[in-house]
């Protein structure tokens, strides 16, 4: 079985996800799925949250995305982290798929709510705007 994450065959010391995976046909069906599936929930989300709070792959100032989704509703923030996982034969999921989903999801929160930094969020109906962690009270994860 290939680990995604493990450094890639052709030796850029990339990980294989980041590397020859994008190049393949096999990543662009990934990517593809992946995308389908944010696009699914932010569909959702807008038509159940209203589009004036949520935030879609909100970014770091480098570039970097903090998560799927963001729903920004006065002192109340759920962080969204989608993901395709698959059942098993016993039909479970893969208990390592879930921790890493998990860990994704503690990340975004640290980033969102421990980076000194200034994160600033759009969607598109509003404007460019300060994230202003000190201003949340309720925070919730969810994938």
Known sequence: MIDFEEPC??????????CCLKKSTLGY????????????LYQLSVRSFLIDWCFRNPKLPNG???????IVYDDIVVIWQIKDLKLQENRKYKVSEVQKNLKQLITAKNRLFNLKIPIYIKNQRRSKIKFEPTQIKEIYLSS
């Open 9 to 18: 065959l052709c030796g850029s010391r990339k990980k294989f996800k980041n």
């Open 64 to 70: 970097k995305e903090i998560c799927d989704l963001l």
């Open 29 to 40: 069906h990934l990517n593809l799925k992946g995308k389908k599936a944010e696009e699914i």
